[in-house]
């Protein structure tokens, strides 16, 4: 074996790995190489089903079953030393010692990865304990330096604190914590601020940066995320289908890429980072039709008091837009800040305290939303609708595409036997789908496919506004690229409106015609688009644009960031 630097911590050579199904084998990974340098990040990129969390999960041995390595080899090295992880007992000791205390891995998920019925500072004291010979005291003492470390406000009085009390953004860190227990050489972070908004995503990438570079740690960060890679990548190994596809520094994949995936998801990426072509400016729509299809003013809700010495939650406060026919405006803000009980107070899934919705109808009738009965409330759905987050768990497993699409129509007596099928065929056309799959199930698409069957749900009652909440969050980039491209087409030939959700400020600015920033239950600015994303007047939206990563690894704009002075995470 050749003598390799001696800041290789981590060489992976020529690793495969096969799930023995039913029917066949699935080569989830074919013959990948690479190595992991101290003090530096290596960035595995690709989209779903690409065999990126198989790879990292492989450097644990934690591969779920039927999944197994068949050929290549995991080389840990420690000066002279060379351990062959692949030929270790998945569930042998010594495999367990480099569990934590050589490699730390940061799970995507920090909800489902820490335990719901203990404390955060015991479940740290259990990994501090399994890599030390600490007692329980001191055990408690090093768990309050990593949380302090990873900047969790009062450690000690957090560290008895439970899962649930914490945000998304301190779940994190605490997982980040937990892999730090061991002092490990190899940090593994496996999509770390998917499920996080763009600021608290800014700041967890920040701060693994920083604990990587005080501690000379290797970093292996898997991401779909091309703006993330740009962002903290030293090197970049792109997958596609199992199997490595090119591998480079971070400058020469981003301005010499070669391979034709490699350049399809940069394309994806940078295409979001402008506004799409063709489209009519807002304010010449509202000139052509001076009044709005939806009018709020003043909505609010506001949730009661949860004991003696709490406030009522104001989750919306005095919000008031218009919506014109034919205009897409994105409603954008971070986690916990209304976006999504605005959008449910709109169509009256959750009644508002206060304030008043109103749709102006076919007839240019005006109608209060507010003060519909439930007969009323029904015809108004018909008009507004719901494309909802995730296309896997909004769509019934059991039912097939046909009886998913033809739902409303059936509910709602519209269509049925040849009628209905007609319809729902149409509608699959509409949305680039074959009406010959109607007879399939939900589990036989794909993502970005049962985004579109989702969609064409959305449209089977002809609506005049579509209500997206996060409808792209689940999709991979080029996909994402697609859906939005498919909607604005479906807006441009209906004459819809929408009314689109998202914590993702380039598919607002690439989707949307203006922008309302909502901050803490408040619309704390509206305007267009262009001007929202490029030179926004408030603070705080400028601290949410200024933290979208830039898909550029030679402007990182993290580097360079507006903060807004808000309570930490």
């Known amino acids: 074996m050749a003598m390799l630097p001696d800041d290789v911590v981590l060489s992976v050579e020529n690793l495969s790995i096969d799930f ?88 995507q998920e920090p909800m489902s990865s820490l335990s719901p019925v203990h404390t955060i500072g015991s479940q740290i004291v259990e990994a501090v304990r399994l890599h030390s010979d600490l007692d329980k005291r001191a055990a408690m003492q090093k768990t309050i330096e990593l949380l302090a470390q990873v900047e969790i406000p009062d450690p000690q009085k957090m560290a008895d604190r439970y899962t649930f009390e914490f945000s998304g953004g301190m779940r994190q860190r605490a997982m980040i914590a937990m892999a730090l227990a061991g002092n490990p050489d190899i940090l593994i972070a496996d999509e770390p601020t998917t499920a996080l908004d763009v600021t608290t995503q800014a700041e967890i990438l920040d701060l693994i940066k920083r604990l990587q570079v005080s501690r000379g740690m290797a970093m292996l960060l898997i991401t779909h995320d091309m703006g993330v890679v740009a962002e903290v990548a030293d090197e970049v190994a792109v997958m596609r289908f199992g199997r490595i596809v090119e591998r480079g520094p971070v400058d020469a994949i981003y301005h010499a890429a070669k391979h034709p995936y490699t350049k399809q998801l940069l394309n ?12 009519v400016p807002a304010v010449a729509k509202a000139a052509e039709s001076p009044q709005p299809i939806l009018s709020v003013r003043n909505l609010s809700k506001v949730y ?22 034919g205009e897409n405006l994105g409603i954008v803000g971070e986690s916990g800040s209304g976006k999504t009980t605005l959008g449910r107070l709109i ?28 007969r009323e409330l029904r015809h108004f759905h018909r008009e507004v609708r719901l494309v909802f987050q995730d296309p896997f768990a909004s769509l019934n497993p059991r039912l097939t ?3 998913v699409i033809g739902d409303p129509l059936v509910v709602n007596g519209l269509a049925k036997g040849k009628a209905l099928e007609a319809r729902v065929g149409e509608l699959m056309r509409l949305v680039g789908l074959d009406p010959m ?6 589990h036989a698409f794909s993502g970005g496919q049962r985004q579109r069957i989702g969609i064409a749900r959305a449209l089977a009652l002809d609506p005049k506004i579509i209500v997206a909440d996060e409808a792209t969050s689940a999709l991979d980039v080029s996909i994402r690229s697609q859906i939005l491209d498919l909607l604005l087409d479906i807006r441009q030939r209906l004459n819809l409106s929408f009314l689109f959700i998202s914590h993702d400020i380039s598919v607002i600015r690439y989707f949307c015609d203006r922008v309302a920033v909502m901050h803490r239950g408040r619309i704390v600015e509206i305007g267009e688009a262009e001007q929202i994303c490029t030179s926004p007047n408030e603070a705080y939206t400028k601290s949410l644009i200024s933290a979208v990563p830039n898909p550029d690894p030679r402007d990182k704009r993290m580097l360079h960031r507006h903060r807004f002075n808000a309570p930490a995470l």
């Not at 949860?306 to 919506?323: E, I, M, T, W, Y």
């Not at 799959?437 to 939900?442: L, N, V």
């Open 20 to 107: 023995r199904l039913r029917t066949h084998i699935l080569h989830a990974v074919e013959k990948v190489s690479f190595e992991l340098k101290r003090g530096q990040t290596l960035c595995l990129v690709g989209e779903s089903g690409s065999g990126k969390s198989v790879t990292a999960r492989s450097l644990l041995r934690i591969v779920d079953r039927p999944g197994e390595i068949v050929g290549g080899q995991i080389l840990l090295h420690n000066g002279s030393e060379i351990t062959d992880v692949t030929a270790l007992n998945p569930s042998s000791r010594p495999m367990r010692a480099i569990r934590g205390r050589r490699i730390g891995l940061v799970f």
């Open 347 to 374: 169509l009256r899934t959750v009644e508002p305290t206060s304030g008043s919705v109103t749709f102006r109808g076919h007839d240019g009738r005006e109608i209060n939303v507010t003060k519909l009965g439930k």
């Open 401 to 403: 595409v046909k009886e």
């Open 268 to 279: 994806s990426t940078l295409k979001l980072t402008h506004h799409q072509e063709g489209k």
């Open 437 to 442: 799959m109607m007879e399939r199930y939900p």
């Open 304 to 325: 009661g008091w949860a004991g003696r010495n709490s406030k009522p939650l104001r989750a919306v406060d005095d919000a008031s837009f218009d919506l014109h026919p």
